[in-house]
C-alpha cells in the first residue's frame, strides 16, 4: 500500500470514528472472533463437532474440510446467522454478540446473486443506496467508486452483471461483486461461503488475492471455505482451519499445513507430487488422521476443543445507545431505488422484439377476422364477439406472466431481506408494478391495430374506453396470478393456473344459461363475465350507433326491431337484451373488478409474506435473540468455571 492510500485510508477511518461519535455509537476499529467448543446442532444432527479457534483482524483463514463436516455451520455461527450449539463465541477483545454488533459482521453467501440488466457501479451504487445509514448521496458515490478500487473491479465498472446478452462480468468479477456488496458497509469481520466455488484457478486466486488484501490494508477479519484450491490459492491465505465430521484436523499456518501429520504417531509426510491442500484433503477424507485412538488422542491434544484457553472474564455488548433502524434508507428512497432498479431490468421488455412481433401478429391476424365491420344486422353479433376478442389476449399473458414472478425473485429477496435493505411491502408494490409497463405498451399498441383493421368506431371515447377495459384485465389477471405465484410452490402452479383458465373461459354464461349451472354464484366470481360487461359497454353502449336491419326472410334475432311493425333500426337496448349484457350494471361491473383486483392483490402479499417472513424470523432469531450483558458473562464465566 502506498503512502498516499494508507493517508487515504487513516482519514476514512478518522471519519468513521467521528461519525461513531456523533452517533454516541462505540467505534470499532478491528474485530476479530474467537470461539471455544463451539458446537452447532439440528434436532439430533450434529453439524459442527465441538472446536476452537481465532480469526484475527488483518488475518485470513481458509476453512477447509470435507462436504458436510461442518464448514457452513461454523461460519453461520460466528456471523449469527445460524444456530449456536453450545460453547463461547467472542468478537475483538470482549464483545458477547448482539444486534449493535450486525453492522460490522458481513456474509457473502455462496450463490451470486445479482440483479441482472444492472452493471458493475449501478449494482454498487444501489446497494450503497439501500444499505449505507444517513450519508450523503455524494458519500455514498464515493465508497463505491472506493470498493471498485479495492476489489480491483474498476475495468468492469460498466459492464452489465448478466442477463441483456452480449459482454457480461465474469465469474471472477462476479464474486468480488459479492464481497464488494458487502464490503460497502465497511464490516470488520468478513465470511465468506465458498467464494471461488465454480471458478477455474487463476480467477479463484484473483478473488481470494483481493480477500486477503482486504484482511491486510482495511484490518478485516476475513474468513473463507475453501474446496480443492491451487497451491497457489492455498498459500494466499495466512492460516489454515481444516475440520473433518468429529472436529478440527489442523489449525495453524498454510505455508506450514503440508508437513503437520508428518511426524509420529501419523507417518503421513506430504508426498513430492501432491499438492500440501490436495494431501491434507486426502488425509482427511479417507481418515487417515483418525484411524486408531493413539492419534485420535494426538490429534485432540494438538487441536481438540480445549487447546485454546476458554475465556474467564466476563463479556459485554457493544455501547451503542441509539437503537439502529432498521432500514438504512427511509422508505420513499427504498421505493425509489428500487423503482430505478426495476426499471433497468423492464426497459428492455416495453420494445422487446419478440413481443411486439407476438401481440402486433395477433392484433392483425384478429383484425382481418373482424374486417372493417359496419353497422348493419349482420356486424352485431362479430361487433358482440369483438368484446370478447380485444380483451382475451390481457387475461392470459397478464396471468401467465406473474406465474414465475415469485419463483424467480426469491433468493434475491431473501439475501436483500437478510440485511435489510428494504421492505418487502416497498418490493411488492415497485416490482408488481413496474411489470405492468410493458403490457401497458403493448396492449395499446395490440389495441390499436385492432380497432383500425376492425373498424370499430370513428368514437375516439370507444377507443379510451377499450383500453381502460383492458388496463382493468390486466391489472386483475395480473393480481390473480401473482397470488398463484406465491401461494402454490413449484410446478403446481401451472396447473392451478391452467385450472383457472379453464374455469374462466367456461363460467361465463355465454355456453350454457348462468341458471342452469350446478354453481351459478361461479360465473358471477369469474372476473371475465365483468370485462366481457365493459367491453361491450365501450362498443355497443359508448357508440349508442343503431344497427340497419337485414332482410327479415333471412330470419332476425330481433324481430321487434325488423319484422314488420319495427322501424327498422336495432338499438342498443335490443342488443343487451338478445345478449344479456344488462344483468349488472356498468357501475357493478366496475365495482366487482375492483374488488377482485384488491383482494387477490392483497392475498398475494400476505401469501408472501408469509413465506419469506419464515426464513426472515429464523435468522431475526440467531441475530436478535441474544442475552443481555450481564446475563452473558454470567453464563460464560459459569462455562469456564465448570471447564476449569
Ligand atoms: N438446517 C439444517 N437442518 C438439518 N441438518 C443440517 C442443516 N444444515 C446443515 N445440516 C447438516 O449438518 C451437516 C453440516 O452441514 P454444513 O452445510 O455445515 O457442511 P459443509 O461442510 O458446509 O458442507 P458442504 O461442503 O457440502 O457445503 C450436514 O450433514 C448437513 O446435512
Known amino acids: 500500500m502506498g503512502k498516499g492510500e494508507r493517508t487515504l485510508s487513516a482519514t476514512k477511518m478518522d471519519q468513521s ?30 453439524a459442527l463437532a465441538p472446536c476452537s479457534g481465532d480469526v484475527e483482524a488483518g488475518q485470513a483463514v481458509a476453512l477447509m474440510g470435507p462436504t458436510g463436516c461442518g464448514k457452513t455451520s461454523l461460519l453461520n455461527a460466528l456471523a449469527r446467522r445460524g444456530p449456536v450449539g453450545g460453547g463461547q463465541v467472542w468478537y475483538g477483545d470482549d464483545l458477547a454478540w448482539s444486534s449493535a454488533l450486525k453492522r460490522h459482521v458481513a456474509f457473502v453467501e455462496q450463490d451470486d446473486l445479482v440483479f441482472e440488466g444492472l452493471t458493475v457501479r449501478e449494482t454498487l451504487a444501489f446497494s450503497a443506496r439501500l444499505r449505507l445509514p444517513a450519508a450523503s448521496l455524494k458519500e455514498k458515490l464515493e465508497r463505491v467508486d472506493e470498493t471498485l478500487k479495492l476489489l480491483r473491479l474498476e475495468s468492469c465498472a460498466e459492464t452489465p452483471v448478466g442477463g441483456m446478452g452480449g459482454k457480461t462480468i465474469s465469474g471472477g468479477e462476479r464474486k468480488r461483486l459479492m464481497v464488494g456488496q458487502e464490503m460497502l458497509t465497511r464490516p470488520r469481520l468478513l465470511c465468506c461461503d465458498e467464494p471461488t466455488s465454480g471458478l477455474d484457478s487463476a480467477t479463484a486466486c484473483v478473488v481470494v488475492e483481493a480477500l486477503r488484501d482486504l484482511a491486510r490494508e482495511r484490518r478485516v477479519a476475513v474468513v473463507a471455505s475453501i474446496h480443492q484450491p491451487s497451491s497457489r490459492l492455498f498459500l494466499l491465505f495466512d492460516e489454515l482451519l481444516l475440520l473433518r465430521k468429529g472436529g478440527l484436523t489442523y489449525r495453524g499456518s498454510t505455508a506450514d499445513a503440508g508437513d503437520a501429520f508428518a511426524g509420529a504417531p501419523f507417518h503421513l509426510p506430504c508426498p513430492a507430487a501432491y499438492s500440501a491442500p490436495d494431501w491434507l484433503m486426502e488425509i482427511v477424507v479417507e481418515n487417515k488422521v483418525d484411524s486408531d485412538d ?48 426495476s426499471w433497468k431490468a423492464v426497459a428492455p421488455k416495453v420494445f422487446k422484439r419478440s413481443s411486439l412481433l407476438l401481440h402486433g401478429g395477433n392484433a392483425t391476424l384478429a383484425g382481418l377476422m373482424w374486417w372493417q365491420l359496419g353497422y348493419k344486422e349482420k356486424d352485431v353479433f362479430p361487433r358482440y364477439t369483438l368484446a370478447f376478442a380485444i380483451p382475451i389476449a390481457w387475461i392470459f399473458f397478464p396471468l401467465l406472466d406473474a406465474l414465475p414472478w415469485f419463483g424467480a425473485a426469491q433468493n434475491m429477496l431473501r439475501k436483500d431481506l437478510a440485511c435489510n435493505a428494504y421492505r418487502l411491502e416497498a418490493w411488492f408494490v415497485v416490482d408488481s408494478t413496474m411489470n405492468l409497463v410493458p ?89 371475465l363475465i365483468y370485462i366481457l360487461k365493459l367491453s361491450a359497454d365501450a362498443i355497443f353502449g359508448i357508440d349508442r350507433k343503431k344497427f340497419k336491419c337485414g332482410n327479415p326472410d333471412d330470419g332476425t334475432l330481433f324481430p321487434d326491431s325488423c319484422d314488420a311493425g319495427g ?51 429464523e435468522l431475526m432469531r440467531y441475530q436478535d435473540a441474544t442475552p443481555t450483558a450481564e446475563e452473558e458473562s454470567k453464563e460464560d464465566v459459569a462455562v469456564a468455571g465448570e471447564k476449569a
Open 17 to 46: 470514528r467521528i461519525r461513531a461519535e456523533k452517533e454516541n455509537v462505540e467505534y470499532v476499529e478491528t474485530l476479530g472472533v474467537h470461539w471455544r467448543n463451539l458446537s452447532v446442532h439440528f434436532k439430533d444432527v450434529q
Open 294 to 341: 493413539e492419534k485420535k488422542r494426538v490429534l485432540d491434544e494438538r487441536y481438540g476443543p480445549s487447546t485454546l484457553p476458554p475465556r474467564t472474564e466476563p463479556l459485554r455488548s457493544l455501547r451503542a445507545q441509539k437503537r439502529r433502524q432498521r432500514y438504512a434508507a427511509p422508505l420513499t428512497e427504498q421505493i425509489a431505488v428500487l423503482s430505478r432498479r
Open 439 to 527: 403490457m401497458c405498451a403493448q396492449s395499446l399498441m395490440h389495441l390499436t391495430i385492432f380497432y383500425v383493421l376492425a373498424g370499430v368506431s370513428s368514437n375516439p371515447a370507444v377507443w379510451f374506453a377499450l383500453y381502460a377495459v383492458l388496463v382493468a384485465s390486466f391489472l386483475t389477471f395480473q393480481s390473480i396470478g401473482l397470488m398463484f405465484s406465491a401461494g402454490v410452490s413449484g410446478e403446481n402452479v401451472v396447473t392451478v393456473a391452467m385450472i383457472y383458465v379453464t374455469y374462466v373461459f367456461l363460467f361465463t354464461g355465454l355456453f350454457v344459461p348462468v341458471s342452469q349451472t350446478a354453481v351459478p354464484w361461479a360465473v358471477y366470481a369469474n372476473p
Open 567 to 617: 322501424d327498422g333500426k336495432i338499438s342498443v337496448n335490443d342488443i343487451y337484451e338478445e345478449y344479456h349484457l344488462d344483468r349488472f350494471t356498468t357501475g357493478q361491473a366496475i365495482v366487482a373488478l375492483f374488488v377482485m383486483f384488491v383482494v387477490a392483490r392483497s392475498v398475494a402479499y400476505l401469501l408472501l409474506r408469509r413465506r419469506m417472513k419464515q426464513k426472515e424470523r
